[in-house]
Nanobody, 117 residues
Framework: QVQLVESGGGLVQPGGSLRLSCAAS????????MGWYRQAPGKQRELVAV???????NYVDSVKGRFTISRDNAKNTVYLQLNSLKPEDTAVYYC???????????WGQGTQVTVSS
């Protein structure tokens, strides 16, 4: 069973920062576009940011300029740096691995991010 192990969520005040991490197995990481999604209560899961095997990056408009996705291929880990957090960023954040060579789609267990004063 493929495991994506997330860490880094928590409670932060508006304007604060967090860094999320997601570690995967080497073979999965090397073949995947890695992404972060989020789901707020009562809302659909939405793509936040994605980085391809080759390093191409896309963000949802609402986080551009505030969040940064990166991947460390030596550590098989993808990161999401969340800066200038707003209450509307509160959600469960999920790591995703989507195959670019072979078709698959794997999810992490989710990590809660709460932005509140």
């Amino acid at each position: 069973q493929v495991q994506l192990v997330e860490s880094g969520g928590g409670l932060v005040q508006p304007g604060g920062s967090l860094r999320l991490s997601c570690a995967a197995s080497r073979i999965i990481f090397s073949m995947s576009a890695m992404g972060w999604y989020r789901q707020a209560p009562g809302k659909q899961r939405e793509l936040v940011a994605v980085i391809s095997k080759g390093g191409s990056i896309n963000y949802v408009d609402s986080v551009k300029g505030r969040f940064t996705i990166s991947r460390d291929n030596a550590k098989n880990t993808v990161y999401l740096q969340l800066n200038s957090l707003k209450p509307e960023d509160t959600a469960v954040y999920y790591c995703n691995a989507r195959g670019e060579v072979v078709s698959y789609n794997y999810w992490g267990q989710g990590t809660q991010v709460t932005v509140s004063s």
